[in-house]
């Protein structure tokens, strides 16, 4: 039986997940983030460390191994592979900077016009006296598969949507050639397909096969999308984590970055939507977790709250409305806490329905169902308010391991 590994480098640590070729879970590991060290360092230690932790029969039998990586999560490095600084993380804003020249250069909207990234990122790095040393520019994902398979200068076309990588067309468009810039951009794979087989002494140290395959990666969000089980035109998945993430399948791509909306291309299809700063982490302000679990007991989810909020832990949203000066509405709070929670709930729901009306009335497929992932999955009060408002079935999600999703790109990867 042919096996496959997904590793997933997330924002609270990383997951490794092993699957067989009938897509069921064999094992799973995961590895919280000790910030002892630098990023590079990290990563590092916790890619062997979970290749290491991998059940020793079953390395053995690993067909291939794709890995994801934060989106934007970028660094540079020397011709060897050795990183020459530190990495810019995903919500690292310093190239807020470069926006000014990103405009001028880059088509009106694009999503590359966002402080965050990874062009805006590039950009900005190029300015460090440490750049005359670069000489490839890479995503976290395509490092971390370089440690494995040994070929610099790789990329997935959902890891280089932001660095400006025309999706549709298949390659880097005329604007940013013209930027010449003085390093070496990644070439860019399909994600899942095969880059190359494990480096020997890896394969060797680990008992791996000889002939396992490395397969270019993708972003954890796309790899939580694709674990969901979501794969027709119309299906979405919203991730109820720290913050709200919509996801719509549709066979129309839809760009504009004036309501922070980018679409990732999955195959023949397009994965189109956007990231709202409401979500978990605004009610973890105010309720603990097991405080969320009794007063959500206590509400009824069928009637309507009267409450109208905006909840934000701070000014500024990215979508559906794309305002960094957005104020938070949290006002007026009542005294009783079931009817606060009641309102906070309604009005994610809200923000949630609007962003999925937002995307269909930019010509995104009609929304079918909906597939829930992230903590906010396990509330049924709240899945049942969002059913009121979205008016299509809402369900969990078939797997919310990210890991597991990258583990069936690499199944697939090698299958086509």
């Known amino acids: 039986m042919d096996l496959f590994?997904?590793?997933?480098?997330?924002?609270?640590g990383a997951r490794a997940t092993v699957i067989n070729d009938e897509a069921c879970i064999q094992s799973q590991m995961k590895y919280p983030w000790e910030i002892s060290a630098g990023w590079v360092d990290i990563w590092q230690t916790t890619l062997f460390t979970l290749l290491a932790s991998i059940p020793e029969q079953l390395r053995r039998k690993i067909k291939a191994i794709a890995i994801n990586g934060t989106s934007s999560t970028v660094l540079l490095v020397d011709a060897a592979g050795k990183p020459i600084d530190a990495?810019?993380?995903?919500?690292?804003?310093?190239?807020?900077?470069?926006?000014?020249?990103?405009?001028?250069?880059?088509?009106?909207?694009?999503?590359v016009v966002s402080a965050t990234s990874s062009l805006a990122k590039l950009l900005w790095m190029s300015q460090l006296p440490s750049f005359s040393k670069a000489r490839y520019f890479l995503h976290q994902a395509d490092w971390l598969a370089f440690l494995l398979h040994g070929h610099l200068g790789i990329s997935d076309y959902h890891n280089a949507l932001k660095l400006g990588y025309d999706v549709e067309n298949l390659k880097y468009p005329q604007w940013l050639e013209n930027l010449q810039i003085p390093i070496q951009l990644p070439e860019v794979?399909?994600?899942?397909?095969?880059?190359g087989e494990l480096r020997p002494e890896i394969a060797a140290n680990f008992g791996f096969s000889d002939d396992c395959l490395?397969?270019?990666?993708?972003?954890?969000?796309?790899?939580?999308?694709?674990?969901?089980?979501?794969?027709?035109?119309?299906?979405?998945?919203?991730?109820?984590?720290?913050?709200?993430?919509?996801?719509?399948l549709s066979r129309t791509r839809i760009e504009d970055t004036r309501y922070g909306i980018y679409s990732h291309r999955l195959g023949d299809l397009w994965l189109t939507g956007g990231a709202s700063n409401t979500g978990g982490a605004v009610l973890r302000q105010y309720f603990t977790d097991p405080e969320l679990e009794s007063l959500s007991g206590e509400?009824?989810?069928?009637?309507?709250?009267?409450?109208?909020?905006?909840?934000?832990?701070?000014?500024?949203?990215?979508?559906?409305?794309?305002?960094?000066?957005?104020?938070?509405?949290?006002?007026?709070?009542?005294?009783?806490?079931?009817?606060?929670l009641h309102g906070l709930?309604?009005?994610?729901?809200?923000?949630?329905?609007?962003?999925?009306?937002?995307?269909?009335?930019?010509?995104?497929?009609?929304?079918?169902?909906?597939?829930?992932?992230?903590?906010?999955?396990?509330?049924?009060?709240?899945?049942?308010?969002?059913g009121?408002?979205?008016?299509?079935?809402?369900?969990?999600?078939?797997n919310t391991e990210a890991a597991y999703g990258t583990?069936?790109?690499?199944?697939r990867g090698v299958s086509e």
């Not at 794979?189 to 880059?195: E, H, Q, Y």
């Not at 597939?371 to 396990?378: D, M, R, V």
């Not at 583990?407 to 199944?411: D, K, Q, V």
Request: glycine share 8%; proline share 9%.
């Open 5 to 12: 590994l997904g590793i997933d480098f997330g924002t609270s």
């Open 87 to 111: 990495p810019l993380l995903y919500n690292d804003p310093r190239g807020s900077v470069m926006l000014e020249q990103l405009k001028s250069i880059a088509p009106e909207n694009h999503t």
């Open 189 to 195: 794979l399909p994600p899942g397909k095969p880059i």
């Open 214 to 248: 490395v397969c270019a990666g993708t972003t954890d969000s796309i790899a939580a999308f694709l674990a969901s089980g979501a794969k027709s035109p119309g299906e979405a998945v919203t991730s109820l984590g720290s913050t709200l993430v919509l996801k719509l």
């Open 299 to 340: 509400i009824d989810a069928t009637t309507a709250s009267p409450l109208d909020y905006y909840p934000l832990l701070k000014a500024g949203d990215r979508f559906p409305i794309n305002d960094p000066n957005l104020p938070p509405r949290l006002e007026p709070r009542p005294d009783n806490s079931v009817e606060f």
């Open 345 to 386: 709930l309604e009005s994610i729901a809200r923000i949630e329905a609007r962003g999925y009306e937002l995307l269909q009335q930019m010509g995104a497929d009609q929304l079918k169902r909906v597939y829930t992932a992230g903590g906010g999955a396990a509330n049924n009060t709240w899945t049942t308010i969002r």
């Open 388 to 398: 009121r408002y979205l008016k299509v079935p809402v369900v969990s999600s078939v």
């Open 407 to 411: 583990a069936l790109l690499a199944m």
